[in-house]
C-alpha cells in the first residue's frame, strides 16, 4: 500500500469509532506512543553534515596519530564488540 492508500485506510477505520470517546481515546493513545518511538529514532541518525563532519574529524585524528589500527578484522570485531 502507498501512504497515501494507508492513510485512508486509517481515516476510515478511525471513522468506525470517531462516535466512541473511549475507543478515539485509545486510538489517539496508541498513535501518540508510535510518534514517539518515530521521533526517538529519528533523534539518533546523524544529518549528512554531522556525517561529514565525523569522517573529517575522523581524517584529522588518523593525520595527527590519534586512534587505533587493526591488523585483521578479528580484532576490529573483538574492539567493536567490547564497546
Known amino acids: 500500500m502507498t501512504t497515501m492508500q ?3 485506510e486509517l481515516f476510515r477505520e478511525l471513522s468506525i469509532i470517531a462516535d466512541d470517546e473511549n475507543l478515539m481515546k485509545k486510538a ?3 498513535i ?3 510518534a514517539e518511538k518515530k521521533q ?5 541518525e546523524l544529518s549528512h553534515e554531522e556525517f561529514c563532519s565525523r569522517i573529517e574529524q575522523a581524517r584529522k585524528d588518523i ?3 590519534k586512534g587505533r589500527r587493526f591488523s585483521n578484522v578479528e580484532e ?3 574492539y567493536i564488540r567490547s564497546l
Open 63 to 65: 593525520a595527527a596519530g
Open 40 to 44: 526517538a529514532m529519528d533523534e539518533t
Open 6 to 8: 494507508l492513510n485512508a
Open 32 to 34: 501518540r506512543r508510535l
Open 28 to 30: 489517539l493513545k496508541s
Open 76 to 78: 576490529l570485531d573483538k
